[in-house]
């Protein structure tokens, strides 16, 4: 028979999303939220202990003669089962980390607790893609790319539009849609890539370089700026290098001065536990709200059953459907051929 604290590890396993704080290390939130489970595992009441039956010998009187041991049945605890002589019951759980975040940087954190583990392995084998905020100044170039950096250049940054920055952001975005067909191991002239493309099932197979699949400048304030980056495969070090070319191409530096990852697959900034929320009730809230989130996605993509029997009228309309999107499949197939060639 399972234990309370069993009953409540097992409602503790899955998938859930923090909140990382900028200046704080990764190790240190994860480590906080082990600590915090574990304690409360093992303070959940206990099991009276097991019972054992002994043969204990009986008091002898003064009165009665000596005419042998006299032994007696008797149920009595078991102690090596006390927790004072056991010890607590969880010594440590197992608490994964997906995609990390560095110190300098802040935002969705996920992590898995238990089983959660080998379920954080299949969802990250997939091409989920990752959004970030960076904070971009103009007029300075460091030697780590972010603003507390050695400073080893300033420049003029009067010059810079944002019509002129929107025209590099296009053309970053352009060289890296290019990289992603590249990849992706896919002919771009078969069936399956249209199909992939529909789907938004293009991407590169297994680890590959930085691909940043969107790029939008969504506050631009000279020297001050924000940008908006949907990314695979990518690290905190090279986004700040982003920033960095950015300013080059503009004839001029630029810094970043933060990081904030607001999307990570499936999980936002809606979904994450602020430090304050770092409780196991908390998580365990939010551990049951994905697996309903999960149930719903798995029952909206089940196909919708076939009616049984279609009037003339109905094979009509699909045979001109078909007829429709074959000429569409044909012309992208056209469009795709004369980009590559």
């Known amino acids: 028979m ?11 396993e899955g998938l859930f999303c923090v909140y990382k704080p900028s200046g704080v290390h990764w190790k240190l939130v994860r480590d906080s939220i082990e600590t915090n489970l ?17 043969f204990l010998a009986q008091p002898s009187t003064e009165t009665e003669a000596p005419k042998g041991l006299t032994l007696s049945a008797t149920s009595v605890p078991v102690l090596s089962k006390h927790p004072l002589v056991s010890g607590p019951e969880f010594q440590n759980i197992q608490v994964g980390v997906g995609h990390r975040l560095d110190a300098f940087s802040s935002g969705v954190l996920v992590l898995g607790v238990g089983n959660g583990n080998k379920t954080l392995n299949d969802l990250y084998r997939t091409r989920v893609t990752r959004d970030y905020t960076l904070e971009g100044e103009f007029g300075t170039a460091t030697d780590d790319f972010t603003h507390t950096g050695g400073v080893v250049e300033r420049s003029t940054y009067e010059h810079i539009t944002q019509d002129k920055l929107e025209r590099v952001l296009a053309m970053l975005e352009g ?21 992939m493309a529909v789907q938004g099932l293009l991407g590169p197979e297994g680890k590959s370089a930085p691909i940043l699949t969107g790029l939008r400048c969504i506050h631009f304030q000279p020297p001050n700026f924000i940008l908006e980056v949907q990314c695979l495969n990518e690290t905190q070090k090279y986004l700040r290098k982003v920033v960095h070319e950015i300013g080059l191409e503009l004839r001029s530096t630029a810094v970043c001065k933060g990081i904030r990852r607001t999307r990570d697959g499936l999980f936002t900034l809606q979904d994450a536990l602020t430090r304050h929320h770092w409780t196991a009730a908390d998580i365990t809230q939010a551990i049951r709200q994905y697996h309903s989130s999960k149930k719903h996605r798995k029952r909206s993509q089940s196909p919708a059953k076939k009616p049984a ?9 699909t045979q001109q459907n078909e007829a429709n999107e074959e000429a569409a499949v044909g012309k992208i197939k056209k469009l795709v051929a004369e980009t590559r060639s």
Do not use: W
């Open 2 to 12: 399972a234990t309370p604290a069993v009953r409540m590890f097992r409602r503790l």
């Open 38 to 54: 574990l304690k409360v595992l093992n303070a959940t009441p206990s099991q009276p202990l097991p019972q054992e039956v002994r």
């Open 175 to 195: 060289a890296n849609q290019k990289a992603l067909l590249m990849y992706s191991n896919v002919d771009m002239r078969s069936q399956e890539a249209y199909e």
């Open 309 to 317: 029997l279609k009037t003339s009228e109905d094979v009509t309309a």
